[in-house]
């Protein structure tokens, strides 16, 4: 499959979506986030990488309003993580690959537990659900029981939930993992016509042939922002001749520099 380049870009005149400027979260000593600048276009799928312990986590529980930042700013939606986390997570979707859905309701009723959680109630949410279930393939599965779904397709009702109120940002914490490489399939093609449509894709995935389908990618190596651009961009920068490459590169670093302290 190739992905499709981004419809929008950094440069044009729209506000970005999510844009950070130092943004830095310290526990202690220790910084989890060290002066992060960053700016995500609306529409944009991308890429934000890293060993474990890099700070992608923290970076996502700040963007989402659930961490405040020890210094530097963020804005998600025009709204200041720091002051206004309540507005940010209105506008925010968020799915990991933890099963956060309720077995014993139906397809249905989980999309309207958590479309009502997120404020959409009455007609409105009914034209809606009705709308999102049609736009994911899932209008045949309304009535069935979430538990009895196969992973691909609890997978698929999950990225509805999180989606279920249109949100303008969507967080995917290691979406796919567990599933197989049909679905995995199935889930990219659902996030190119989210973000085809305006929706911004934030996006955190061991799998580098995902990596790959980004439009544009990061790399946090110790609380540092070390790389972003384009794939292609990211692979010149580390004369590498794929993304696995580069993030076997830097894990091996920061092993190296844990083990000598240097």
Known sequence: MT?????????????????????SKRYGA???VDGLDLAIARGEVFGLLGPNGSGKTTTIRMLCGLVAPTSGSATVADFDVGTQAEQVRQRIGYMSQRYGLYDELTVYENLRFYASVYGLLGAARTRRLEEHMQALGLSAQRAQIAGTLSGGWKQRLALACATAHNPRLLFLDEPTAGVDPAARRTFWETIYSLA????????????????????????????HLIAIGTPQEILAQFGADNIED???MLQQRDEQTATTGA
Do not use: K, Q
């Open 3 to 23: 992905t499709p380049s981004a419809h929008t870009h950094i440069g044009n005149t729209l506000r970005p979506v999510v844009e950070t400027r130092a943004l």
């Open 30 to 32: 220790v910084y989890a």
């Open 196 to 223: 085809s449509n305006g929706t911004t894709i934030l996006v955190t995935t061991h799998y580098m042939d995902e990596a790959a389908r980004c439009h544009r990618l990061a790399f946090l190596s110790r609380g």
């Open 246 to 248: 580069v993030f076997v």
